[in-house]
């Protein structure tokens, strides 16, 4: 089992930058593949970002994609989210997730055992 929280999220400018940290806790961490996923009022929770629980492999969601960028160090048990050029439509709570299935890195939401609280990111235009 692992315990997440977030952080690091906030208001900002269209075209700015926020990173979001997720700190995990327990030494299984790098059993776990991680994701991030993101929900806006009145929408689905949507898939962002995914990494490998090496760090070798990550997956993006084509609306993010060259914009926001996730790196993991296990040592610090320690997942991140850079998003730059931020846009209105980024706003949302982002939440992270870890998977401990550890097959093919997933963007189903489904697979994701282990859920932090989120944090709000408000961009604004």
């Known amino acids: 089992q692992v315990q997440l929280v977030e952080s690091g999220g906030g208001l900002v400018q269209t075209g700015g930058s926020l990173r979001l940290s997720c700190a995990g806790s327990?030494?299984?961490?790098?059993?776990?593949?991680l994701g991030w996923f993101r929900q806006s009022p009145g929408k689905e929770r949507e898939f962002v970002a995914g990494?490998?629980?090496?760090?070798?492999?990550?997956i993006y969601a084509d609306s993010v994609k060259g914009r926001f960028t996730i790196s993991r160090d296990n040592a610090k048990t320690t997942v991140y989210l850079q998003m730059n050029s931020l846009k209105p439509e980024d706003t949302a709570v982002y939440y992270c997730?870890?998977?401990?299935?550890?097959?093919?890195?997933?963007?189903?939401?489904?697979?994701?055992?282990?859920w932090g609280q989120g944090t709000q990111v408000t961009v604004s235009s």
């Open positions: 327990g030494r299984s961490f790098r059993n776990y593949h």
């Open positions: 997730a870890a998977n401990s299935r550890l097959g093919v890195l997933s963007r189903a939401k489904s697979e994701y055992d282990y």
């Open positions: 990494i490998s629980w090496s760090g070798f492999s990550n």
